[in-house]
């Protein structure tokens, strides 16, 4: 399992009253199935926030799980609130059977097989959708849509990102029923798919990154260390 992290390429604001309005831009590619990619975001005040992705090329299903940082734990933990819908269904036509638009609420062109306005063709679009946020550290991970979060698949409040990802099985969509999802190919996996991910509202990169304890216990063990040297040399002067 790979994971990877990553930080924002841009950043848009505008005043709208006393919140900001802002948007991170993440420019990236998906190279497999095991991969696990992360975007740590903060959220300025309990306010809507847009997640959405765009993958560019044909092949890849991904899917969007967000978790929020327990500051008193330092765990991230996954809720309810925090399950972001798949964004292809938002321009479905129940009377067509179909998205007539070929693109959803967030712009994101339907890909993998769609034809537009061929309802034997609907495909699918990228994950996304709009969530009231408190205010606080977020965790976005971004991985191919059956690779789900532990947490999100047994649903279960509070499971943490720490508790891992599951090789979920896939019973219904012809790759025989109760296999793994790991253990078939999707999509093209000899060429990287590329992708843009959005984040957009009351947000910002993080400002602080936390620092492990045992770096403060060195950085005293230093400075205390330092001191006594400085000591030790002014009572030989």
Not at 37 to 60: H, K, N, P
Not at 116 to 133: C, E, H, K, R, Y
Request: cysteine-free; aromatic content about 14%.
């Amino acid at each position: 399992m790979k994971i990877k992290q990553f930080a924002a390429v841009a950043l848009f604001g505008m005043s709208i009253g006393s919140a900001q309005a802002a948007q991170l831009d993440f420019n990236e590619s998906f190279f497999g199935d095991f991969d696990l990619q992360e975007f740590r975001f903060d959220v300025l005040s309990d306010s809507a926030v847009s997640m959405w992705t765009d993958t560019l090329t044909d092949g890849l299903n991904n899917k969007l799980t967000l978790f929020k940082l327990n500051e008193v734990s330092g765990e991230y933990e996954w809720s309810t609130a925090y399950s972001i819908a798949d964004a292809f269904e938002s321009g479905f036509n129940p009377v067509l059977g179909y998205n007539p638009t070929g693109v959803n609420d967030f712009g994101v062109a339907l890909k993998n097989g769609f034809v537009l306005n061929d309802p034997t063709q609907v495909g699918i679009s990228d994950a996304g959708g709009t969530l009231n946020l408190t205010q606080g550290s977020y965790l976005l991970v971004n991985s191919f849509d059956t690779y789900w979060a532990k947490a999100e698949f047994d649903f279960a409040d509070g499971e943490t990102y720490s508790a891992g990802y599951v090789d979920t099985t896939d019973p219904v969509n012809g790759f025989g029923f109760g296999d793994t999802w790991s253990s078939y190919p999707y999509g093209d996996n000899s060429q990287p798919h590329a992708y843009k991910l959005f984040i957009s509202g009351d947000v910002a990169l993080p400002t602080t990154v936390p620092v492990p304890g045992a770096i403060w216990l060195f950085g005293s063990a230093l400075a205390g260390l330092t001191a006594a040297s400085r000591r030790k040399q002014s009572l030989a002067a």
